[in-house]
């Protein structure tokens, strides 16, 4: 029965995908003689956490007493945004805490079980562990490898092309995918803090890099141009959303555009920037070159290949993963591949 509930707590928690960075996604289930009797998740960074949202809907509070809470992450022990969860389930009286694991946020890090295990209720960790951790891979990775979360994503041709060969003069977007997988595409950056290129692909696409065919978040945008040759009248520098600039010039903040000065516009550098500003997760949309960066580098978690049905017989060609995907399925007339690095 522990498995079911979990279950049903992940399935909640997967609700705040998006909206609760850089905090982590959490359901809270709970359960009165093998029965849901309250549930919530935590819906917006900010905003009460999975445990308040699933107490407060217990209908008859009494019951709490004899009731156990599942919750996919280890309880809070610190004062954030929010009063710490641990408190508020001694609180509230559960008599069990089911966890699905540890967090491990230094702030938290066990701190969490302790306080509960002091206060004489009986702590059950590790149940669904493998998909708890999954269902949080950025917190864990941010928080474990002090960097953020990488996804590589590009489409290419079946002949493996990212882009036609170009005149110097020729600037847009050739479109390889359909336009429903336009729209999954921004929902995938909807789902991240941060969204990458290179300087080639602003000055050949022009992209927007924001969420326009899907109701979210726009992602913060990270562009790498060591020499500032951009300008800024691209529109990856309307005020849609923040932008970075990385580059070996200089520091300068303007609106919604800042400039960040770094040694040596490396994938380490960047990241270890990207670290400080506490952005967790970042999906990187090319171009090819910048995409291979992070490949040879080996800083990569998760990359998303879309394969369009068309040929171009020359141009950019696409990076190459010398590895078997992971998945792989049909979006609209395209195939996606997923690979994991490990």
Known sequence: MDNLFMKRALSLAKLGLGKVAPNPMVGCVIVCNDKIIGEGYHKVFGGP??????????????????????????????????????????????????????????LVAGKGIEKLQKAGIEVVENIMEKECRQLNRRFFTFHEKSRPYVIL??????????????????????????????????????????ILVGRNTIMNDNPSLTVRDYSGKNPIRVVIDSQLTIGNLKNVFSDDAETLVFNRIKNEKQATIEWIKIQ?????????????????SILVEGGSRTLQYFIIDNVWDEARIIVGDLQFGAGIKAPIINKLPNDTYLFGDDRIYTFLRK
């Open 264 to 280: 040596e516009t490396s994938t380490d550098n960047i990241l270890k920037e990207l670290f400080k500003r506490g952005i967790q």
């Open 153 to 194: 994503k590009w489409a290419q041709t079946l002949d493996g092309y990212l882009d036609k060969q170009r005149s110097p003069d020729e600037i847009g977007i050739n479109w390889i995918s359909g336009p429903e997988t336009k729209s999954l595409v921004h929902k995938w950056r909807s789902e991240e803090q941060a």
């Open 49 to 106: 956490h999975a445990e308040v949202n699933a107490i407060q809907q217990v209908k008859d509070q009494s019951l709490l007493t004899e009731s156990t809470a599942f919750v996919t992450l280890e309880p809070c022990a610190h004062f954030g945004k929010t009063p710490p969860c641990a408190d508020l389930l001694i609180k509230s009286g559960v008599k069990k805490v089911v966890i699905g694991t540890r967090d491990s946020n230094p």
